[in-house]
């Protein structure tokens, strides 16, 4: 995982619920990186859910709503740091069935190493899409955080909603319909 990925997540932890809070999950967790992350390093993944496991144990929150909350803030870091891969779509529904053949292709070429997941399109039209989720992550719940904001950045709201394929979350049918 892109230490990005890691930093913008510390950065957010403390923003919400303070320093100390960092310090906390950080040393209760066993992390090869001691903690230490760069935006341009690779990171095991399982870093990322000792951290989120940690999180989650003294907020209270789920794994999934710290996901989906994470994934709102990242959307804005995404749109300001890859500015032309976002304007280079003028509808949410056309940029969300685009991301699994243009814009992680392009995120492929910035980061050969990134952990990317599968989206494949089952049924498009106009106002709604269809699309089956498929990573070893189960981080389905981070890909309906940037559905959300795509939708808001372009002035628009949608319905969606998530069917697990799979009971643990590595195959997730999203069904979208925009309002
Ligand atoms: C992961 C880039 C849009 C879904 C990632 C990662 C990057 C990235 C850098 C982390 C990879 C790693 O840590 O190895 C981008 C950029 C986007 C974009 C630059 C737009 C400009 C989207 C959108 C979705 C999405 C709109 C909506 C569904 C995901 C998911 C992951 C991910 C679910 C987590 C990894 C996983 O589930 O296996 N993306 N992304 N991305 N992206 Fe995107």
């Known amino acids: 995982m892109k230490g990005i990925v890691f930093t913008e997540f510390l950065d957010l932890v403390e923003d919400k619920f303070g320093l100390e809070m960092v310090d906390k999950i950080i040393n209760q967790s066993n992390l090869e990186s001691n903690g230490v992350y760069t935006s341009v390093g690779t990171y095991k993944f399982s870093e990322m859910l000792q951290l989120l496991q940690h999180l989650s144990e003294h907020t209270n929150i789920s794994i999934d709503d710290l ?11 995404l749109a300001t740091s890859y500015p032309g891969l976002i304007d280079s779509y003028k509808d949410p529904i056309d940029m969300l069935a ?33 699309m089956i989720y498929k990573s070893s992550r ?22 969606i909603q998530c069917e697990k394929i799979k009971e643990d979350g590595t195959e997730v049918k999203f069904i979208i319909q925009k309002n």
Do not use: C
């Open 67 to 77: 996901l989906l909350v994470y994934a709102e803030h990242f959307f804005a870091v």
């Open 98 to 130: 685009s991301i699994e053949n243009h814009i992680h292709i392009e995120v492929r070429k910035i980061y050969p190493d990134a952990e990317l997941p599968a989206f494949k399109v089952i049924e498009k039209t106009d106002n709604s899409l269809i």
């Open 138 to 159: 189960s981080m389905h719940y981070f890909g309906l955080g940037l559905m959300n904001k795509t939708f808001e950045h372009f002035n628009s709201s949608a319905t």
